[in-house]
């Protein structure tokens, strides 16, 4: 692992840590976590429950920014984006045993996604406009917990999809793994597009986000996005905490 900006990344090239959460499937409870800047910036800030982050069996770096702060304090962070994760576990022959579970998308995506993986086992999840706490949010949990899934793509917007993986361990589940990969499903059917491998290259993949999307997007990467460098500064350069 390396410690960085509080949180504890997980090493290892991608077979690697794609084998792990396999692994994981066929094994105890866990979930995994791919934290970006936005989700960083809200769990120093306190938006987002240290004990979410902190239950996470692997946290999994999704965002090239990071890794080059990181470089600047000699730590190297393994960045495997959660859609590429997802992506490559459906193609992955090593898990072809295993049974996909979809939380988030509707049953039209999930229709769009058993197509393009025909090989694939999936468990199409309810997810109602979910509110945690609430009676549809309890049901929604239990309803996950009992159903038929080695790994569960939890594909709700962020932090809620981090809370519900948290949440499922103490509703009762006993098995799998859950990846809380945001829009993985929606740029695998197409219904979202990634940013062209160019930006991804210069690490300009937000970039393309907010051109794509200005008026969703403005806030979190012009307005918040830079409070980043200064958490940076306080965790990394002064040494203090979340």
Partial sequence: MT???????????????????VAMARGPYGYVVTPNV????????????AEVYDGAALKICDSRILAHLARLRGKRLA?????????DLLAAPLADDLTIGVFGPDRAAFNDLAVRYPGRRFTFIEAPALTPGTPGWIAAVDAAA???????LACVSFPKQERFA?????????TGVALCVGASVDFLTGRQQRAPRIFQQLSLEWLHRLMSQPRRM????????PAIFAWFLRTEVLGGTR
């Fill in 166 to 174: 948290h949440t499922l361990r103490a509703a009762g589940r006993k």
């Fill in 38 to 49: 936005d989700h960083v910036i809200k769990l120093m800030d306190g938006r987002v429950e």
């Fill in 3 to 21: 410690r960085f900006m509080t949180l504890d990344f997980a090493d290892g090239d991608r077979p690697t840590l794609l084998a792990r959460v």
């Fill in 146 to 152: 009992r159903a038929d899934w080695d790994v569960l």
């Fill in 79 to 87: 960045v495997y984006p959660g859609s590429d994760m997802t992506a």
């Fill in 218 to 225: 403005f806030r979190r990467y012009v307005i918040e996005g």
